[in-house]
Nanobody, 122 residues
Framework: QVQLVESGGGLVQAGGSLRLACTASGRSFDTYTMGWFRQAPGKEREFVGSIHWGDGSTYYPDSVTGRFAISRDNPKNTVYLQMNSLKPEDTAVYYC???????????????WGQGTQVTVSS
């Protein structure tokens, strides 16, 4: 069992940057592949990237490649989402999720945080 808490959301102007953090409670954080997702009002949840539990490799969809970067600090039980060159269409509630021994695919996440709001003004 793992509990996830996101932080770092807020209001930023277009072109700006923001770093989200997701801190996990519980044991064996380093055995979880961590994913980030977002959901804008009236839209379906969208996958924005993941970081592998074992080798730290990452995967991003085309919509954020080159702008977003995920990293993790296992001793701190924390995963980060660095967001650069933000656009108004990046406005959403951002969630982190955990999948034990998972691959980098966007399905199969068992644990979710409560989300943090990111608003990008034009």
């Amino acid at each position: 069992q793992v509990q996830l808490v996101e932080s770092g959301g807020g209001l930023v102007q277009a072109g700006g940057s923001l770093r989200l953090a997701c801190t996990a409670s519980g044991r064996s954080f380093d055995t979880y592949t961590m994913g980030w997702f977002r959901q804008a009002p009236g839209k379906e949840r969208e996958f924005v990237g993941s970081i592998h539990w074992g080798d730290g490799s990452t995967y991003y969809p085309d919509s954020v490649t080159g702008r977003f970067a995920i990293s993790r600090d296992n001793p701190k039980n924390t995963v980060y989402l660095q967001m650069n060159s933000l656009k108004p269409e990046d406005t959403a509630v951002y969630y982190c999720a955990a999948r034990k021994f998972g691959d980098l695919q966007q399905r199969g996440y068992a644990y979710w945080g409560q989300g943090t709001q990111v608003t990008v003004s034009s």
